[in-house]
């Protein structure tokens, strides 16, 4: 399995994706997990330190991703010796040398290249290629994902739908309490998680809030990532704005859980983990239609148009202002979560991996 996204300096879904699969399947006694990953002083900082054993190629990770890209080489089995399938879990795709797995997440670059850079276009653009053309079988996070890969020219055949899951365990009172005394989050909040760039549509979310008569704060939490001036933003808005920025995992479960409405209203998703980790605490979630959290929160989530600032401001005043509703769409967001777990994702991966193993059988028997 490629982990380098692990030691990306913004590791982000695809990170927490590759961990959680990789933990779920190393419990499976039929398969023996190998991370393979650049060249690196050391593991990365925990909660991205992989669960199994990596082994590194010799290459720093842009000659890595180059070398892969353009030159295809080196091979995966240059550092991890023999194997018998390659797992790429994000989109940058080592050389076919076994069976290849590839899991896409989403494919937001073709919706739209001005949120990414140049260098990321073309990396991108070259890892679609390959996928499209060398995968065995491709991995969607969601049906949209799998819709937009149709879309894209992946060979129907080669498709699988294979949801993640959601590791979250419930937040007591006490923690609530000593994290917001910690952030000093003395009034009911909004709370947005997600690394901060254009996808996740923050100038929208900071509009609608600027309507909101409800007295409440919101609360960023996430890295800065690309492409979006966030100080410009909250010109007019810094005494109802706190920005959080990386928080560590142990907080996170217990902000989820005090917030008085989850909101992510993300013009494209893969799939959503901000969404399952605010259902799993009982929190109810404002999210967008149209895209893979719409999936997520079904009839359990408030969904609104994320292109109209007025719908998502609706939204939040419809949960904020009946407290009914909004315990009802905690009961169900959490009903809603309790089916996304990294057993059943590493079952349908396994799954996936032994189509392969059985089509490869099959073939040189007939050799």
């Known amino acids: 399995m490629t982990l380098e996204q692990c030691w990306h300096r913004v590791p982000g879904g695809t990170a927490v994706a590759a961990l959680g699969m990789a933990r779920a399947l190393s419990l499976r006694d039929e398969l023996d997990i190998v991370g393979v990953a650049a060249l690196h002083r050391g593991p990365p900082a925990p909660p991205w330190t992989p669960p199994v054993e990596v082994r590194h190629l010799p290459l720093p990770r ?53 949120h990414f850079t140049a260098r990321g276009m073309r990396f991108f653009h070259r890892g679609l290629d390959l996928a499209r053309t060398q995968a065995d079988l491709v991995l969607c996070s969601s049906e949209a ?46 709370l947005w998680t997600g690394t901060i760039e254009p996808r996740k549509n923050l100038p929208r979310l900071l509009e609608a809030f600027r309507d909101l008569e409800a007295e409440v704060d919101l609360v960023l939490v996430g890295p800065k990532g690309w492409k979006e001036d966030l100080d ?41 983990f901000p969404v399952l980790e605010a259902m799993a605490q009982g929190t109810p979630v404002v999210t967008s239609r149209g895209t893979s959290t719409e999936e997520l929160a079904g009839s359990a989530g408030v969904l609104v148009d994320p292109l109209d600032p007025g719908d998502i401001a609706r939204g939040l005043t419809w949960v904020l202002t009946d407290s009914s509703r909004a315990t009802e769409l905690g009961a169900e967001g959490r009903a809603q979560a309790a089916g996304y777990s990294w057993t059943r994702t590493a079952a349908l991966v396994a799954g996936a991996y032994g189509e392969l193993a059985e089509t490869k059988s099959r073939s040189e028997g007939r050799a």
């Not at 142990?250 to 409405?261: K, M, N, P």
């Open 62 to 114: 842009a000659a890595l991703y180059e070398g892969w890209h353009r030159l295809r080489r080196p091979t995966v089995e240059r550092a991890t010796g023999t194997v018998g399938l390659i797992h790429a879990t994000s989109i940058a795709i080592p050389p076919k040398s076994a069976p290849l797995v590839v899991t896409v997440h989403d494919l937001a670059f073709l919706k739209d290249p001005s």
């Open 145 to 190: 994902t799998m819709r937009d890969c149709h879309e894209a020219g992946f060979r129907p055949h080669a498709l699988r739908h294979v949801p993640l899951g959601v590791d979250a365990p419930q937040a007591d009172p006490a923690s609530v309490a000593r994290v917001r005394r910690h952030y000093g989050l003395t009034r009911p909040y909004v």
């Open 232 to 272: 410009k933003l909250l010109t007019d808005l810094r005494e109802r704005v706190r920005v959080l920025g990386f928080v560590p995992h142990t907080d996170l479960a217990a902000l989820y859980a005090g917030a008085a409405v989850f909101c992510l209203p993300s013009l494209l998703e893969g799939f959503g």
